[in-house]
């Protein structure tokens, strides 16, 4: 069973920048595809972006494309999330994912709440 927790939400201005940390346990993090999904206020939970179990690829919404990046660091067990140019649109609770592969989603984190004042 993997553990996840995410870090590093909270308030920014519009076009400032978090950094989003998703730390995991209880299981071999390198054989696990990770992800960021986010759910804004009466909206469904929606891709933010992907990264495979190397770190060799990686995926993003379109909405994103250009100002967030998804990184990791198998030694350390983490994925990251790092977020420029943030939009009020952004505003959402951000949740960290682990999978078997790409789109096949596992293990969930309970989230970090990510508002961006306009």
């Known amino acids: 069973q993997v553990q996840l927790v995410e870090s590093g939400g909270g308030l920014v201005q519009a076009g400032g920048s978090l950094r989003l940390s998703c730390a995991a346990s209880?299981?071999?993090?390198?054989?696990?595809?990770m992800g960021w999904f986010r759910q804004a206020p009466g909206k469904e939970r929606e891709f933010v972006a992907a990264i495979s179990r190397s770190g060799g690829s990686t995926y993003g919404a379109d909405s994103v494309k250009g100002r967030f990046t998804i990184s990791r660091d198998n030694a350390a067990n983490t994925v990251y999330l790092q977020m420029n140019s943030l939009e009020f649109e952004d505003t959402a609770v951000y949740y960290c994912?682990?999978?078997?592969?790409?789109?096949?989603?596992?293990?969930w984190g309970q989230g970090t709440r990510v508002t961006v004042s306009s």
């Open positions: 209880g299981g071999t993090f390198s054989t696990y595809a």
């Open positions: 994912a682990a999978g078997a592969r790409i789109s096949i989603w596992d293990y």
